[in-house]
């Protein structure tokens, strides 16, 4: 079981070593990469995900700056302060935490972030680049993906590549990585008519519906490799124990912490019949993290003309 297990924690903990050796070549040139996040509101998830984004910066020696505003700061105080970072020539990088609030216009504010410090990929010049085949600042967790695909040397040329999940932050951009690796690519979304049909087709299946265990053995074809972008955590005993049976290391987990995380694969039944397979936790998460810190140094890198 575990030679067919997609290690997304020692991957990312690899591509980290990478970053931080490409952090110290800029450290001898006087520059230290500068990632600063926003955060409207108080989402105990996202400020959980923004301290994890601060701390993964402090360890490679990288600088970060949180900007913490509250839910009810408005529109025009968000785009305020993502001009003061675009002209501060210090920040490097510039993410906003989504979701944003009811009643912000989301795409307002990421199409004001300066494309060269968009780590997140999100402006629509970036996803234009991406789409023309000349990434500059790739979404983080599509990219991840990919990474994963390459350093597991896992063949992406002319096979059958099937997405579940349209968005614009995953299911888009990796259709277009993909496609450009030479895959075959189908995305799926929730009114593709029989679903087990055409993800029974694929040679890679990517699951990132938000739903959890929507991915059963019926939508997996023999042989295939299975990826799981959706994180839920699950606080009810008996959906571990239906999802789990038999697991006593989830379940001791979930007893001490009062929930577990899971994906939108059924794991469990679906492994036996996948040639490979991200876990959750532990598989894309940690890629998506560290390739935020990637792109940062890329767009330090970028910004000053320096070969990234
Ligand atoms: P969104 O909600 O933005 O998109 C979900 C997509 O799945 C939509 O395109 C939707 O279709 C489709 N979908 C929903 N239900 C079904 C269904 N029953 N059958 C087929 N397609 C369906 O989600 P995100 O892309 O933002 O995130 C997806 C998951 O990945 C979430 O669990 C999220 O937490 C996780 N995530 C994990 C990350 C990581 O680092 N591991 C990073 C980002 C997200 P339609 O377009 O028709 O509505």
Not at 209 to 219: F, N, R, S, V
């Given at each position: 079981m575990n030679e067919k297990l997609l290690d997304g924690k020692r991957l990312a903990a690899e591509i980290r070593g990478e970053v931080g050796e490409r952090v110290a070549g800029l450290a001898a040139r006087g520059i230290v990469p500068r990632l600063d996040v926003i955060l409207v509101g108080d989402d105990p998830a996202s400020r959980v995900y923004v301290g994890a984004k601060a701390r993964a910066c402090e360890k490679l020696g990288m600088a970060s700056g949180t900007h913490r505003l509250e839910a009810g700061a408005g529109q025009a105080a968000v785009e305020r302060l993502v001009d003061d970072l675009n002209a501060d020539?210090?920040?490097?990088g510039i993410l906003v935490q989504?979701?944003?609030?009811?009643?912000?216009?989301t795409h307002a504010v990421l199409d004001r972030i300066d494309p060269a410090k968009d780590v997140d990929g999100f402006h629509p010049l970036n996803v234009g680049l991406l789409q023309q085949g000349r990434p500059a600042l790739v979404a983080c967790t599509p990219a991840g993906i990919m990474e994963l695909l390459r350093r597991e040397k896992i063949p992406v040329e002319g096979r059958r590549a099937v997405i579940v999940g349209r968005s614009d932050i995953v299911g888009k951009p990796l259709a277009m990585l993909l496609l450009h690796a030479h895959a075959t690519v189908t995305l799926c979304h929730s009114?593709?008519?029989?679903l087990a049909a055409v993800t029974g087709q694929a040679d890679i299946l990517v699951a990132a519906?938000?739903?959890?265990?929507?991915?059963?053995?019926?939508?997996v074809k023999p042989g295939a490799v299975v990826i799981d972008v959706g994180i839920h955590r699950i606080t009810e005993r008996e959906t571990v124990e239906r999802l789990f049976p038999g697991d006593e290391a989830r379940m001791a987990r979930f007893e001490a912490k009062g929930s577990v995380l899971a994906g939108d694969v059924d794991f469990v039944r679906v492994a036996p019949l996948a040639s490979r397979i991200t876990p959750?936790?532990?598989?894309v998460g940690p890629l998506t993290i560290a390739m935020l810190m990637a792109n940062t140094v890329r767009a330090a890198s970028l910004r000053r003309g320096i070969e990234a």
């Open positions: 020539p210090g920040v490097d989504l979701p944003l609030p009811d009643g912000y216009d009114r593709t008519r029989d519906a938000g739903k959890l265990a929507l991915i059963g053995p019926e939508h959750v936790p532990g598989g």
